[in-house]
């Protein structure tokens, strides 16, 4: 006993030891603020956001929103940001003109839409791809660094994330391969899904013209708190929020807003400290990465089961962390933002899952993919697995995503059929089966604790499938390997 003891301190005590907490600018701000950290940049210009008037507060948080993305990702980025938010006003404009013309053809307006909105996106992506002419990258570095984004543009002052170390290799990076990098790390994922509820409410005519001025559209798109990675406001309520939040200022506010920023930097802090370096070292993100590719080498048993419980963990940690700081901002600022995650861990299904894990997104999907598409009330297991398809598919790892999708989509459909059972069970007064369930139900918290054991496995094994792709069913087949083999 002793020994677990001494090897559970040493574990908690070693990070907290050799954590180098005096270096502010490689520590603090090269690995803690940094990806999507980042947002917790937004602090001084807060203050701006407070002193404003009540009718220049949208105009603020265009101007402070298009600061922090000048600063972050480059000033290009933010011209292209602001380019990009006109284009979709507009856009819009002309597609509620759309919608009111052709209300006997309805879809039309929405596949021209699509049409035009998701090759945009996917073009983005692609920009990453498209090479400057010989030169440009390595002028544009030493005579217009501020074009670059943070960590790339070699100011001595500033921090150096590991992403751009890593991609430059010594030579100057690729000014586009540097702003479009990722586009769940810039923003444009996330903007991509803010105009999904935005377009379908203009079909469905709930946002009056008057509300859909270019400012309004503007200020949804570039409010810095949830700029990056959410949460995703609807258009509607975020404008309600900001004709409200004056009213809730004061300086009752700053404890627990400053308490909420805190915590969701604790959070990245345990992330960094205790569950990256397992992951890096040689198990999931390292340069062996033997956790997919070669699971057989994993002596650990309990590693090797636990392996995708910390890179989910480290990932909740990281988001909600990330979702914390944004919702402190909102707090000092007086806006109500909507919660991202509500305790997923105690959920005990995966319906009661998705309630609580990425919120905002779970809505969204609900409310304009998987509802339109007919929902629970004809072909649901079709239109569940198309809804978790398209929200896979919507992440890097597109193909990985997608498989993703389809399993979890399947599963939550099973589980959509389960709960239906059962309360057709619980409606029947007598016969064998539900007396069977009442039997079991008298047993509780046991049915409770299976419960919420099946639905925590059955989302982190799926992440297997998001993370490793085909090669993930090494995973389990070695763990039933060493199951079998323990057996005999």
């Known amino acids: 006993m002793g020994d677990v003891l001494s090897t559970v301190w040493q574990f908690l005590y070693e990070p907290l030891q050799q954590t180098p907490w005096h270096d502010w600018r490689g520590f603090w701000l090269g690995r803690i603020l940094d990806d999507r950290f980042v947002v917790a940049w937004f602090l001084p210009l807060v203050a701006i956001l407070l002193l404003l008037p009540r009718h220049r507060l949208r105009l603020g948080i265009v101007a402070t929103g298009l600061v922090l993305l000048a600063y972050v990702f480059g000033v ?39 049409a035009v909105i998701l090759p945009a996106y996917i073009g983005t992506q692609l920009l990453q791809y498209v090479p400057l002419p010989a030169g440009w990258d390595a002028w544009l570095a030493t005579h217009l660094p501020w074009v670059f984004p943070l960590g790339a543009r070699a100011v001595a002052w500033e921090p150096s994330f590991s992403i751009f170390r890593t991609r430059a290799a010594g030579g100057p990076l690729p000014l586009l391969g540097a702003l479009f990098y990722n586009a769940h790390n810039i923003g444009t994922a996330y903007l991509l899904v803010r105009t999904l509820p935005y377009f379908a409410e203009i079909r469905r005519g709930t946002i009056p013209p008057a509300r859909r001025t270019r400012l309004n559209f503007l200020a949804y798109v570039c409010y810095a708190p949830a700029l990056i990675q959410g949460p995703l406001e609807r258009f509607a309520t975020f404008q309600d929020e900001l004709d409200a939040c004056h009213a809730r200022r004061g300086w009752s506010n700053l404890p627990p807003a400053a308490a909420r920023i805190a915590w969701g930097v604790a959070k990245n802090l345990l992330a960094v400290l205790y569950f990256t370096p397992v992951l890096w070292f040689g198990l999931v993100i390292g340069p062996s990465s033997v956790y997919y590719k070669h699971p057989e080498q994993i002596a650990s048993t309990w590693l090797l089961y636990g392996g995708v419980f910390l890179q989910i963990f480290a990932l909740y940690l990281q988001f909600s962390g990330y979702c914390d700081v944004s919702a402190g901002f909102a707090r000092l600022l007086g806006y109500r933002q909507i919660e991202n995650f509500r305790m997923p861990w105690l959920a005990t299904s995966l319906r009661d899952f998705w309630r609580r894990w990425h919120i905002s997104l779970s809505f969204i999907l609900r409310d304009y993919v998987y509802i339109p598409l007919g929902g629970s009330r004809r072909h649901m297991l079709l239109n569940m697995c198309l809804t978790f398809v398209l929200c896979g598919a919507w992440h890097p790892s597109t193909l ?43 047993l509780q918290p046991l049915p409770r604790i299976c419960a919420w054991l099946l639905t925590q496995h059955a989302f982190l094994f799926t992440i297997l499938i998001f993370a490793g792709g085909l090669a993930a069913i090494r995973v389990p087949w070695e763990l039933l390997r060493r199951l079998w083999a323990g057996l005999h």
């Open 400 to 442: 990985k995503g997608a498989a993703w999708g389809l399993v979890m989509g399947l599963f939550v459909a099973i589980n959509h059929y389960w709960a239906d059972w059962m309360k057709r069970l619980d409606a029947q007064p007598s016969g064998r089966l539900p007396a069977i369930r009442r039997a079991c139900l008298r």
């Open 76 to 114: 290009l980025y933010a011209g292209f940001w602001l380019l990009i938010g006109l284009a979709l006003h507009r856009f819009g404009q002309w597609y509620a003109d759309a919608c009111q013309r052709d209300r006997a053809s309805a879809w039309r307006p929405a596949y021209v839409a699509l």
